[in-house]
Each structure stands twice: as structure tokens, then as C-alpha cells.
């Protein structure tokens, strides 16, 4: 009998995030230290592979389901680094919440690595599901946002494992190398509608349109550094999930039909983020639809790899999507963290444990919050849950930041601005330049397109860091979680001044 070999050194990033879930679970009150501490030694085994020679594991044939090249390993650290972010920002909690965010990044880290349909989906998932429980918190708000995101992703998964079947039915493996090769003779309208179920539920990952209007309910009610969390690392598995089936499974033998399903997604995205973030008046909403629209472009050079002119240049519009995806989640991370940290205290400690801070740390009463009509919120230091308001507040509560917390407020600037494409923080510059530059010389359609979306971020993008740099009002929250904000800021400002950092390693190749 021929037994499987199995290479552990290309495993050893999902053993260590697997086995910090299992510690977690049973630390106590050393959960946290324990969690971040085992990830960040995934992280430190992820950049220490990306730096060797490529490895592959559970070998089909010629075939592998899981490989550790230097794309997928930079993606695990990604993963595991903005997990450690996320429980630096997340105060004081049980050890279940521990143990979850380990296990969301132990699939993340699989996912990074995944190369057939089934590994793919399957860590997709095990990155998804903890986020059901983590989303959820006390009051009728929090019930709402977890019953929310649970019904979403129970139908997108079931749609992506519909065109999963799809494929597989026409090709005869779930292999990604394999439907390359054996697409070509399937039927084509079994494999187009394979494709399209398959990137409409890996689409939902990704909060891209038209599976997008959870995003801004779940992040607003969400507690923010599960937001955090949401914004970053999440998108970034359903990124990822859609550059891999495209590129690695579809791009070469798919026809049209993939990169049709793809601009559609592309277009709508762009189109429905802008125009939702412009009618926003709160903070975490803003950067929800905001969000969408960043989808959008990150799913614009995938758009081309399956058409006649994009297909020979299909690793370089690849390469770009992925850029365009690390960038993002990086400034997303970066503005969500310094937000948490100048939030209530109640907004990331359980109830008994805030500081005697904590009325200053809240929204004024009375203060008009541009919710539904305008409605004014009376709050209440003790209660985060106001019905219809989440954590992150109104833009107008931002007034000020710059003044009485500078830490925060200077990386939450930095990102605002990067995600608007603006220098100094020239990461969203380069993000962007990218992306047009592969579609300059084969949709230029859709190029255009894009530019205009930036263009019209800058609308809100603008006035919301003006709030926060020119505006005048009662000074918010004093600013917590320095030394994590400054790590966070020393690292969007080291992709600015040295882009090339992210370009080398979001390089993806077969």
C-alpha cells in the first residue's frame, strides 16, 4: 500500500495557529498572551518559508492540494499579524474569544495555501464560521447582526459549493491545475454556470455586490474589533478565495464566461459602494460601503485574465488584484484599529471592567447621529447597544480627534487617506496604479471606470478626514492601545516608502 507523504515544514504555520486555538481554549486567564504569542510564531514560520525554496503537500497525481510558495506563505503571515492586531485591540474577554479568533485564523492560513476546490472552501469556512458567535453581543442589535451575517453566508456558501459541483461534474477533479487543463473539453454551459455560482458565493467573502448588504449592518453592530477583524482579514480570505479559483482553476481554459461574471461583479461593486458611502453620516457605515467599492477593484484585473487580451498576461493581472487586496486590508486594519481605540470603554471590555473614563468616552446626548431621519440618541455610558447606533459613532463625533488624541487620529488619517489613493500614503497610490496599469493595455473600459470610483471616494473620503484634522467640537475619547497603533502606523508607513515589499511577495505564478 502506498502511504501519502506529507511535508509538515510546508504545514508547520496551520500546526502552530492550530494548536494556539487548542491552547487558547484551555489557558484561562493566559488565553490572550497565549494566542498572541502562537500566532505571531505562525507568522514568524510563514515569512521564514516564503524566504526558501517552494513546498507542496497531499500530492493527486501531478496534482497538489496544498502548496507553501511565497504568495501563499506572505498571505499566512498577513493573516496571523492582523489576528494578533485584532486581539491587541480587544481589551479584556473570555477565553472562548481566544479561541475562536485562533481557529478564523488557523483557516485563514489554510485558505492561503489551498489548491483545490474543497481545501479551499472548507478553510474558507473554518475562517467564516467563528465570526458567527464573535459578531454577536449582547442586546437585540447584536442578535440582529449575527442572524444577519449567518443566513448570508449559510446561502453564499451553498451557491459556492453548487458551482463547485459544477466544475467538478465537468472536469472530474476539484483540483485547480486539473480544471485547467480539463476545462477546455467540458461543456461550456455547465462550466459558465459552475463559474458563476461558484465566484457569486465566493463573492460574498468579499462583500462584493450584489451579495453586499450585510456588510454595513453587520460591521455597524458588530463590536469593533470583530469589525476590525471583518474589515481586514476576512475580506482578505474572500480576496484571496477568488484570485486563486480564477487564476490558478479557471483563467486558462473558462472562456468568457469567467471574466463576464467578474466585470459584472466588478462594475456593481464600484457603482453601489460609492454611491452607499456618500449618503453616510457615520463612521463605521461609511467605511462598510466604502469597502464595497474596494471589492470592486480588486476584482478588476481578474476581469481580464479569462478574455483573449488579458489572458496572456494573466499572472501580472493576477499579481495586481492581490496587491490591490493587501493594501486595502492593511489600511482598512489600520483605520479600524486606531477607531476602536479612541471608542468607549464598554466597546472592548465586558461590563463591569471600564476605567473611570468611561463618560467621556461616549457619544453626547443628544447629539444627532445622521441615522434614518436624523433621529436624535440619548446615550448612556453604561449601554452600547442604542438601538439603531453602533459603536464607531457619528462622523461628526470625530471633530476634534486630532487634538486630544494624536496617536489614533494620525493613523486613522494615514488610512483614510491611502484609501482615497492620496499621497503622503502612497500604499493606496500604488495599489491603484497597479490595477490601471494592467487595464490600460486590456479593458480600458474598465479602467475608466475605476478611475472614476476613486474619484468619487474622494468625496467622502475628504470631508471625513477634514472631521477629524480641521473640525472643532468636545474632545473625544483619549486614545488606548498605543504601542499596538504605532506598530500598525510603522507598518503602512513602511509599505509606503517601500511598496515593493508587497509586490514581491502578492506575486502569484503556477
Same mark, same amino acid.
Given at each position: 500500500?502506498q502511504?501519502?507523504?506529507?511535508?509538515?515544514a510546508a504545514?508547520?504555520?496551520?500546526?502552530?495557529?492550530?494548536?494556539?486555538?487548542?491552547?487558547?481554549l484551555?489557558?484561562?486567564r493566559?488565553?490572550?498572551?497565549?494566542?498572541m504569542?502562537?500566532?505571531?510564531?505562525?507568522?514568524?514560520?510563514?515569512?521564514?518559508?516564503?524566504?526558501?525554496?517552494?513546498?507542496?503537500?497531499?500530492?493527486?497525481?501531478?496534482? =497538489?492540494s496544498?502548496?507553501?510558495?511565497?504568495?501563499?506563505?506572505g498571505a499566512?503571515?498577513?493573516?496571523?499579524?492582523?489576528?494578533?492586531?485584532?486581539?491587541?485591540?480587544?481589551?479584556?474577554?473570555?477565553?472562548?474569544?481566544?479561541?475562536?479568533?485562533?481557529?478564523? $485564523?488557523a483557516?485563514?492560513?489554510?485558505?492561503?495555501?489551498?489548491?483545490?476546490l474543497?481545501?479551499?472552501?472548507?478553510?474558507?469556512?473554518?475562517?467564516?464560521?467563528?465570526?458567527?458567535?464573535?459578531v454577536t453581543?449582547?442586546?437585540?442589535?447584536g442578535?440582529?447582526?449575527?442572524?444577519?451575517?449567518l443566513?448570508?453566508?449559510i446561502?453564499?456558501?451553498?451557491?459556492?459549493?453548487?458551482?463547485?459541483?459544477?466544475l467538478?461534474?465537468a472536469a472530474?477533479?476539484? =483540483?485547480?491545475?486539473?480544471?485547467?487543463?480539463?476545462?477546455?473539453?467540458?461543456?461550456?454551459?455547465?462550466?459558465?454556470?459552475?463559474?458563476a455560482?461558484?465566484?457569486g458565493?465566493?463573492?460574498?467573502?468579499?462583500?462584493?455586490? &450584489?451579495? =453586499?448588504?450585510?456588510v454595513?449592518?453587520?460591521?455597524e453592530?458588530?463590536p469593533?474589533p470583530?469589525?476590525?477583524?471583518?474589515?481586514?482579514a476576512?475580506?482578505?480570505g474572500? !480576496?484571496?478565495?477568488?484570485i486563486?479559483?480564477?487564476?490558478?482553476?479557471?483563467?486558462?481554459? !473558462?472562456?468568457?464566461?469567467?471574466?463576464?461574471?467578474?466585470?459584472?461583479?466588478?462594475?456593481?461593486?464600484?457603482?453601489?459602494g460609492?454611491?452607499?458611502?456618500?449618503?453616510?453620516?457615520?463612521?463605521? &457605515?461609511l467605511?462598510? +460601503?466604502?469597502g464595497?467599492?474596494?471589492?470592486?477593484?480588486?476584482?478588476?484585473p481578474? $476581469?481580464?485574465?479569462?478574455?483573449?487580451?488579458?489572458?496572456?498576461d494573466?499572472g501580472?493581472?493576477a499579481s495586481?488584484a492581490f496587491?490591490?487586496?493587501?493594501?486595502?486590508?492593511?489600511?482598512?486594519?489600520?483605520?479600524?484599529?486606531?477607531?476602536?481605540?479612541?471608542?468607549?470603554?464598554?466597546?472592548?471590555?465586558?461590563?463591569?471592567?471600564?476605567?473611570?473614563?468611561?463618560?467621556? %468616552?461616549?457619544?453626547?446626548?443628544?447629539?444627532?447621529?445622521?441615522? &434614518?431621519k436624523?433621529?436624535?440618541?440619548q446615550?448612556?455610558?453604561? =449601554?452600547a447597544g442604542?438601538?439603531?447606533?453602533?459603536?464607531?459613532?457619528?462622523?461628526?463625533?470625530?471633530?476634534?480627534l486630532? %487634538?486630544?488624541?494624536?496617536?489614533?487620529?494620525?493613523?486613522?488619517l494615514?488610512?483614510?487617506?491611502?484609501l !482615497?489613493g492620496?499621497?503622503?500614503?502612497?500604499?493606496?497610490?500604488?495599489?491603484?496604479?497597479?490595477?490601471?496599469?494592467v487595464?490600460?493595455?486590456?479593458?480600458? +473600459?474598465?479602467?475608466?471606470?475605476?478611475?472614476?470610483?476613486?474619484?468619487?471616494?474622494?468625496?467622502y473620503?475628504? &470631508?471625513?478626514?477634514?472631521?477629524?484634522?480641521?473640525g472643532r467640537?468636545?474632545?473625544?475619547?483619549k486614545? %488606548?492601545f498605543?504601542?499596538?497603533?504605532?506598530?500598525v502606523?510603522?507598518?503602512?508607513?513602511?509599505?509606503?516608502?517601500?511598496?515593493?515589499?508587497?509586490?514581491?511577495?502578492?506575486?502569484?505564478?503556477?
Open positions: 500500500m502511504v501519502q507523504l506529507i511535508d509538515h504545514l508547520l504555520p496551520l500546526y502552530l495557529a492550530a494548536g494556539t486555538a487548542v491552547l487558547a484551555f489557558a484561562g493566559f488565553a490572550k498572551a497565549c494566542m504569542i502562537g500566532l505571531g510564531a505562525a507568522a514568524v514560520a510563514a515569512v521564514s518559508l516564503a524566504a526558501g525554496p517552494d513546498r507542496a503537500t497531499f500530492a493527486v497525481e501531478a496534482w =497538489h496544498y502548496v507553501a510558495d511565497e504568495a501563499a506563505m499566512s503571515a498577513l493573516f496571523a499579524a492582523l489576528s494578533v492586531l485584532v486581539a491587541a485591540v480587544s481589551g479584556r474577554q473570555s477565553g472562548e474569544y481566544w479561541f475562536l479568533l485562533a481557529v478564523s $485564523a483557516g485563514g492560513i489554510t485558505l492561503a495555501g489551498s489548491r483545490d474543497i481545501t479551499l472552501i472548507v478553510a474558507l469556512e473554518t475562517l467564516t464560521v467563528p465570526l458567527y458567535v464573535l453581543k449582547p442586546g437585540r442589535d442578535a440582529e447582526a449575527g442572524v444577519t451575517f443566513i448570508a453566508s446561502a453564499a456558501s451553498a451557491t459556492a459549493l453548487m458551482g463547485a459541483a459544477f467538478y461534474a472530474g477533479t476539484v =483540483h485547480f491545475d486539473g480544471l485547467a487543463a480539463r476545462l477546455a473539453g467540458a461543456d461550456p454551459g455547465l462550466v459558465a454556470a459552475g463559474a455560482l461558484l465566484l458565493g465566493l463573492a460574498f467573502k468579499l462583500a462584493a455586490a &450584489p451579495l =453586499h448588504a450585510w454595513p449592518l453587520v460591521l453592530r458588530a469593533l470583530v469589525a476590525t477583524y471583518l474589515a481586514s476576512s475580506k482578505l474572500g !480576496a484571496i478565495a477568488i486563486w479559483v480564477v487564476y490558478f482553476g479557471l483563467e486558462a481554459r !473558462a472562456g468568457t464566461s469567467t471574466g463576464l461574471v467578474v466585470a459584472a461583479l466588478s462594475v456593481a461593486s464600484i457603482a453601489i460609492n454611491l452607499g458611502a456618500l449618503a453616510q453620516r457615520r463612521t463605521v &457605515p467605511l462598510a +460601503w466604502s464595497i467599492a474596494h471589492a470592486g477593484y480588486v476584482l478588476a481578474l $476581469a481580464v485574465v479569462a478574455t483573449a487580451a488579458g489572458r496572456e494573466a501580472t493581472a495586481a496587491a490591490y487586496a493587501v493594501f486595502f486590508v492593511l489600511l482598512e486594519a489600520g483605520a479600524f484599529a486606531a477607531l476602536t481605540a479612541v471608542r468607549a470603554a464598554h466597546s472592548t471590555e465586558p461590563a463591569g471592567q471600564q476605567d473611570d473614563d468611561a463618560d467621556r %468616552r461616549t457619544p453626547r446626548a443628544g447629539l444627532r447621529t445622521g441615522g &434614518p436624523g433621529s436624535d440618541v446615550a448612556d455610558a453604561g =449601554h442604542v438601538r439603531g447606533v453602533g459603536e464607531g459613532g457619528s462622523i461628526a463625533e470625530l471633530a476634534g486630532w %487634538r486630544s488624541a494624536p496617536v489614533p487620529a494620525s493613523l486613522f494615514f488610512a483614510v487617506i491611502g !482615497a492620496l499621497p503622503p500614503a502612497l500604499a493606496g497610490t500604488f495599489a491603484k496604479v497597479a490595477v490601471l496599469e487595464l490600460a493595455s486590456s479593458a480600458v +473600459w474598465l479602467a475608466v471606470i475605476v478611475a472614476a470610483g476613486a474619484v468619487l471616494g474622494l468625496a473620503y475628504l &470631508p471625513l478626514a477634514g472631521t477629524v484634522l480641521l467640537g468636545a474632545a473625544p475619547a486614545g %488606548r498605543t504601542t499596538a497603533l504605532i506598530l502606523g510603522l507598518a503602512l508607513l513602511a509599505v509606503t516608502l517601500a511598496p515593493q515589499l508587497v509586490l514581491d511577495f502578492t506575486t502569484v505564478s503556477r
